[in-house]
């Protein structure tokens, strides 16, 4: 096979989550763990960091990979879903899988993957590691894909543990409280491992603690400790100075991102990597370090989709935030800009709860509803009957890109044109 061939079996043979949904959701480690079995256990040969979380997890992951590829570590990434390109899951240093490696991983383990049935993010999971361990990485970042507890990157043991946040998504799997949804989220904390988690709150904090408790874990909450002051804003980044237990640490931090959304992850991050250098004092990652690997994040770690400038006159931002807590802040960053019209083209996916979302969605703004180009696609005709009760109005368009053509010829220069929702939406215009 040659790489679009492996691709197509990759997507047709084997159950997606983003394509089909939960009927791909595996409810055990059974078949990562023969996969992995098979190969060796690839996941043993190299030092990683596990990262867990509603929101912030992907942005997490870049951040912690940037800045310790900054200190000279050959660093993996682990990442999901991707946009456009398949191999933007798997990367060292900034750079994807080679297509050869893809092709020949495929070719080689198919009559395993014939008899085990694995899904689509499993047999990615055991290609990660694989190459991660035939690469000799010195660390990996691997994020989550849903819940932690059953994910298929459970079977690691990791240096450390990071959780973001928790808040109400993927309830039909995860659970309908955020005690529920934290409980599968703890379940990636390891015995005797540190974790780190992003942000308290009254109805999580005690599922962590319990957890780390019983594991024999030292748990860690960022906020407690790391505060962050913005300094200046501008379009693709912005300065900070940075606070540890409320006295002054770093002074004018420059990040390659933008984003309320970023500086809890920042927070997040840097409760990481503090961790890292008690734990690891003979490659404790120092603050100039820290500054070169954030200067310019977005090029270190091949970081797209979180406020991507897409275009300028009019100003296009895209953006995967797709539920409610990410909602919330892209729209308090879209308020602080100049803006005489909003147009925003967006579309989802059949089974996402769209009323707390929609109920935060501006309904000044013109919309121009889609669908993906996925047979998981909410449809449009039912998106726009669904948008049209929070008095949020505007046109259907089947394709993707005829949405956002139409935006961007109804936008003047001094308006904005938002893309979100899906993050298959947002792929088809990258």
Same mark, same amino acid.
């Given at each position: 096979?040659?790489?679009?061939e ?10 997606m989550?983003?394509r089909?949904?939960?009927t791909?959701?595996?409810k055990?480690l059974?078949?990562?763990?023969a ?8 996941q043993?040969?190299?030092k990683?960091i ?28 682990y990442?999901s879903?991707?946009y456009k390109d398949?191999?933007e899951?798997i990367?060292?240093?900034g750079?994807? /899988? ?9 070719? &080689?383990? !198919?009559a %395993?993957f014939?008899k $085990?049935?694995?899904? =689509?993010f ?7 590691f694989d190459?991660f361990a ?5 660390i ?18 990791p ?29 990636i904390?390891?015995?005797?491992t ?10 999580t ?32 980044h /912005?300065?900070?100075?940075v ?5 002054? &640490?770093? !002074?004018? %931090?420059?990040?390659? $991102?933008k984003?309320? =959304? ?6 997040s ?16 990652i120092?603050?100039?370090t ?6 310019n994040?977005k ?12 275009g ?5 931002i ?15 960053e879209?308020?602080?800009?100049p ?5 925003i ?10 009323d707390?979302?929609?109920?935060l ?5 013109r ?6 180009n996925?047979?998981?696609?909410k449809?449009?005709?039912h998106?726009?009957?669904e948008a049209?009760k929070?008095g ?6 089947e394709k ?9 010829s109804?936008?003047n220069?001094?308006?904005i ?5 899906s993050?298959f939406?947002?792929a088809?215009?990258?």
């Amino acid at each position: 096979m040659n790489y679009q061939e492996t691709l197509q079996y990759l997507f047709s043979s084997l159950p997606m989550y983003q394509r089909v949904g939960k009927t791909a959701f595996k409810k055990n480690l059974n078949n990562i763990t023969a996969l992995c079995e098979a190969l060796g256990n690839p996941q043993n040969a190299f030092k990683s960091i596990h990262i867990a979380g509603t929101n912030g997890k992907g942005t997490t992951a870049h951040i912690l990979s940037a800045v310790f590829q900054s200190n000279q570590f050959k660093t993996g990434l682990y990442t999901s879903p991707h946009y456009k390109d398949f191999r933007e899951r798997i990367k060292i240093d900034g750079h994807y /899988i080679p297509e050869e490696n893809v092709v020949s991983f495929v070719e &080689l383990h !198919k009559a %395993l993957f014939e008899k $085990l049935k694995p899904s =689509f993010f499993e047999i990615t999971v055991a290609m990660a590691f694989d190459h991660f361990a035939k690469c000799k990485v010195d660390i990996a970042i691997i994020e989550t894909g849903l819940g932690g507890r059953l994910d298929s990157t459970n079977i690691i043991n990791p240096e450390l543990s990071v959780i973001t946040n928790i808040s109400l998504d993927h309830t039909q799997m995860l659970g309908n409280t955020l005690a529920e949804i934290a409980s599968e989220k703890a379940g990636i904390i390891k015995k005797r491992t540190p974790v780190v988690v992003g942000e308290r709150n009254p109805e999580t904090d005690g599922v962590f603690d319990q957890k780390a408790s019983v594991a024999g874990s030292t748990i860690t909450y960022a906020e407690d400790n790391f505060s962050i002051e913005i300094i200046n804003e501008k379009l693709d980044h /912005i300065v900070l100075d940075v606070y540890y237990l409320n006295k002054l &640490l770093i !002074k004018d %931090l420059s990040v390659n $991102l933008k984003g309320k =959304f970023l500086l809890k992850n920042l927070i997040s991050s840097f409760e990481a990597i503090k961790v890292w250098n008690t734990t690891n004092r003979r490659n404790r990652i120092g603050i100039n370090t820290l500054r070169k690997g954030l200067l310019n994040l977005k090029k270190t770690a091949n970081y797209i989709g979180r406020w991507q400038i897409l275009g300028q006159k009019p100003l296009i931002i895209g953006d995967s935030a797709h539920n409610p807590g990410a909602f919330r802040i892209l729209f308090e960053e879209l308020n602080k800009l100049p803006c005489e019209q909003l147009h925003i083209v967006t579309g989802f996916v059949e089974d996402k709860d769209l009323d707390k979302s929609f109920d935060l969605f501006p309904k000044k703004a013109r919309y121009y509803f889609s669908q993906a180009n996925i047979p998981r696609a909410k449809k449009v005709a039912h998106l726009k009957e669904e948008a049209l009760k929070f008095g949020l109005k505007g046109e259907a368009y089947e394709k993707v890109n005829d949405a956002y053509k139409a935006a961007k010829s109804s936008a003047n220069e001094k308006d904005i044109v938002l893309v979100c929702g899906s993050i298959f939406i947002l792929a088809e215009v990258l």
